[in-house]
């Protein structure tokens, strides 16, 4: 399977090709490490209390909703809501003091090459996949601090559109955004708060890196996702899953679920075909889905992070005992490096993955496809795609969309770029 995959990624990139991606220089590094260190220091207890307690989502889950109540209350949703603001305006600058200011472990695509590395090829990947038009409009859900929206202008030259709950995250992409002088677009709000606020058809692709474990309804975002695309239009996706070897009537598996949730914040338990099925019921259809990276493994690269981190957390315990940092910094580090053995164990026996990676395809204007694609079947894909047909749109998702009222949003937002 990596020698499939290598080879999809080589002739991607080689067929469809972007330009040259930029490494972030150590000053950039050491500059967003500083930066986000400062952040945490003069975080207050209060700041510190609520990302505590926000780990209270990840022992629930959307699946269950008489649990939710339970715990949360009636307005859960809501609730959920707060406490992923509260838990991301605190991890993105925990995350920023390693290689994970883009928030995510990529796919292993060379494993000789650093993570920050790695996360790029990947985006070169997913530039490629969506085969976009000049001039494109992407939209990305879950966008963080916008990093992977500037990788995305600076390989394709379109314009992206980053939705994001956490106001902090978005305050940095805003920022990083001008400093290298692109126009991309940064809207507040939670993508279970539908519908979007964009019109019918108004972008060339969308992607995604784990954020969709966050979704409380998934048919109901594709729903939402098949509206605002063109007809040709791609999506990539790239997320967590649990996996066919995972068994919810085993006591360690459980055990090692209940572990692995907080650490990639997850609230949801997606599977490759409830995915597929969200996809392909909103009238997409499948152009390929793996489990992304060299044998399907990320243990290498979270053996590397868990050895960071946990010389990161050695060193905060004794700052703090010496009194030259506040105490709260370890209270941080030693939650964030929490059950990191669990992750591992749960990646190494193939029970979840944090990259399984879906493409599919909005029904109707043809684009060039790489000539990987031609007359083959995707990599870790049991078919080229469903014969779905794509049935009217209007009104299937449950939701009211005030087609004028999105499309005057949708002006704003691009009279804004």
């Known amino acids: 399977m990596a020698t499939q995959e290598s080879a999809t990624v080589d002739s991607l990139t ?48 959307w699946a269950n909703e008489k649990q939710m109540i339970e715990v949360l209350g009636p307005d859960y949703q809501k609730k959920v809501g707060q406490c992923l603001s509260d838990y991301y305006a605190v ?10 200011e883009k928030m995510y472990v990529p796919p292993i695509l060379d494993a000789s090459a650093s993570v920050i590395t790695n996360q790029i090829l990947y985006e070169e990947l997913v530039a490629s996949e969506l085969q976009l038009p000049p001039n494109a409009k992407v939209l990305d859900i879950g966008c963080g601090r ?8 600076e390989m394709t030259d379109a314009h992206v559109t980053g939705l994001n709950i956490d106001t902090d995250q978005l305050a940095s992409a805003v920022e990083y955004n001008k400093l290298v002088n692109f126009s991309n677009t940064f809207v507040h709000q939670d993508m279970n708060e539908l519908p979007l606020p964009f019109a019918n058809e108004h972008f060339d692709g ?7 474990s966050l979704c409380k309804d998934l048919p109901k975002l594709c729903d939402e996702l098949f ?64 489990v992304g990276g060299i044998d399907g493994l990320q243990a290498p690269f979270l053996e590397r992070l868990k050895s960071y981190f946990y010389t990161a957390r050695w060193a905060m315990q004794g700052l703090t005992t010496v009194g030259l940092l506040p105490m709260h910094f370890r209270t941080l580090f030693n939650r964030m490096t929490q059950d990191s053995d669990a992750f591992i164990e749960a990646d190494q026996t193939r029970l979840i993955t944090t990259c399984y990676h879906w493409v599919a395809e909005k029904p109707g204007e043809e684009r060039a496809a790489p000539a990987s694609e031609k007359g083959e079947v995707g990599v870790g894909s049991s078919e080229a795609g ?21 499309n005057e949003q949708s002006a704003e937002l691009e009279a804004r770029a």
């Open 146 to 153: 916008g990093r992977v929206a500037a990788h995305m202008t």
């Open 227 to 290: 509206r605002v695309l063109k007809p040709g239009a791609r999506l990539s996706l790239l997320d967590w899953a649990s996996l066919e070897a995972y068994n919810p009537e085993d006591p360690h598996h459980q055990e090692l679920m209940r572990c692995v949730k907080p650490i990639i914040g997850a609230v949801g338990t997606p599977t490759p075909e409830s995915m597929i099925a969200a996809l392909e019921g909103a009238g997409f259809r499948m152009v390929r889905h793996y």
């Open 14 to 61: 080689k067929t469809n090709p972007t330009k040259v991606s930029r490494q972030p220089g150590i000053y950039e590094r050491m500059s967003t490490a500083f930066r986000s260190f400062r952040v945490l220091k003069d975080l207050t207890p209060e700041q510190v209390d609520s990302f505590m307690k926000s780990y209270v989502i990840y022992d629930l889950d």
């Open 91 to 100: 991890l993105n600058h925990l995350c920023a003091i390693g290689e994970l």
């Open 386 to 406: 469903s014969k779905t047909e794509v049935a009217s749109r209007e009104g299937k998702s449950g939701v009211k969309v005030d087609a004028k009222a999105l």
């Open 206 to 212: 969308f992607y995604q890196i784990q954020a969709f």
